[in-house]
């Protein structure tokens, strides 16, 4: 096995333990976000266990005597040959410098979205509070306490009977 392919499955063997899976877990909403969540979880550590076993072992060296025993020296040297003439290329990595700097980027705008989405939650969760409140308190509460909380809808209602709408 070339070392490159060996250092590729260490690189990723570290970098699945350095991967906050529950953390991650914790920011997803959804059902639909966790199923899917999962399924790339599951993925990766098959591929993971893949990259670990198949490829982070040296294969067995022939055993050439063997062979020449049952088989005959000439055949065996012929086909011992042959093998050591084989080179396996190196792999060269010509698609990480293309994506790199676009995964970098998606990063970023990953972050963003995520500041922009923990925002919004709290805004969410404040209203459910204030809908929530509203609720318990609806029965029991008058137009001026209502007025007194939404200032704009007193304007906006107080505009239109001045101005003679109806709304019809």
């Known amino acids: 096995m070339s070392g490159t392919v060996k250092k590729i499955a260490d690189v990723t063997f570290k970098a699945g333990r350095t991967i906050d899976w529950d953390g991650m877990a914790k920011l997803l909403v959804t059902d639909e976000a966790r199923k899917e969540f999962s399924n790339l979880r599951r993925a990766f550590d098959d591929v993971n266990s893949q990259l670990q076993t198949k490829f982070s072992q040296e294969p067995e060296p022939i055993n050439w005597e063997y062979y020449r025993k049952g088989i005959g020296s000439r055949l065996v040297d012929m086909y011992k040959e042959a093998y050591e003439s084989i080179e396996i290329p190196k792999f060269e ?3 990480t ?8 980027a998606l990063l970023v705008e990953l972050k963003e979205a995520e500041k922009q989405s923990l ?6 969760e404040k209203e459910v509070a204030e809908v929530q409140e509203l609720k318990k308190k609806l029965s029991t509460m008058t137009a001026e306490e209502y007025f007194a909380k939404h200032p704009e809808l007193k304007k906006k209602f107080d505009d239109e009977i001045r101005n003679d709408y109806w709304g019809y």
């Open 97 to 104: 410098p293309q994506y790199k700097p676009k995964f970098d």
């Open 93 to 95: 990595d010509t698609v």
């Open 119 to 124: 925002k919004e939650s709290e805004r969410l």
